[in-house]
């Protein structure tokens, strides 16, 4: 037989491995979703609409999924913001900078008014903390820890969803005289 011993792998979307691998490996994604962002500035000119709804509903939830299967640093999404605030945002405003507070109003969700260019840095903690309180009654079944009835399936997720909603809230009061 021959086996090839890896030190870490990704796998089912996220990666098994040192704390070093794992680093590595989200460092490359960051990389190809600046990629990303860049092109999608790239576009915004000619069609921001488009643009912005490949980010918003494609890239988003790219590195959301992975800060929610890879407990990793908020650090590592720092070049993806700073992306995102100098090349996205000023070529969807036709600005050249970007104020902070205007960046934070960016980062709520549609349904308060804002256009939902979610922060990576801010969310990597709240994606991850959600994942696991949302997952560990399914986990403990899935163990035989407990049993797997779907309703208290979903009375031991709604705490998670909760937790989520309220860790958003402080964020959902900024004024809309920033825009």
């Not at 860049?38 to 921001?48: S, Y």
């Not at 405003?93 to 990576?120: M, Q, W, Y």
């Amino acid at each position: 037989f021959f086996f090839k011993i890896k030190e870490g792998h990704r796998y089912l979307g996220g990666y098994l491995g040192s704390t070093e691998l794992t680093e590595g490996y989200v460092a490359e994604k960051v990389e190809d979703w600046m990629d990303a962002v860049n092109i999608f500035a790239e576009m915004m000119p000619h069609q921001p609409q488009a643009a912005f709804a490949g980010y918003a509903r494609s890239l988003q939830f790219e590195w959301a999924y992975i800060q929610r299967a890879i407990e990793v640093e908020e650090r590592l999404f720092d070049p993806l913001e700073k992306a995102i605030n100098d090349n996205l945002l000023p070529a969807l405003f036709e600005t050249n900078v970007i104020p902070s507070d205007l960046r934070k109003v960016t980062s709520l969700p549609c349904k308060h008014g804002r256009i939902g260019a979610l922060d990576p840095c801010r969310e990597t903690a709240l994606n991850r903390e959600t994942s696991k309180g949302s997952t560990t009654h399914l986990v403990n079944a899935i163990l035989g820890l407990t049993d797997s009835n779907l309703l208290r399936l979903r009375q031991a997720t709604q705490p998670a969803a909760c937790a989520a909603v309220q860790n958003r809230r402080p964020y959902i009061g900024t004024p809309r005289r920033c825009l």
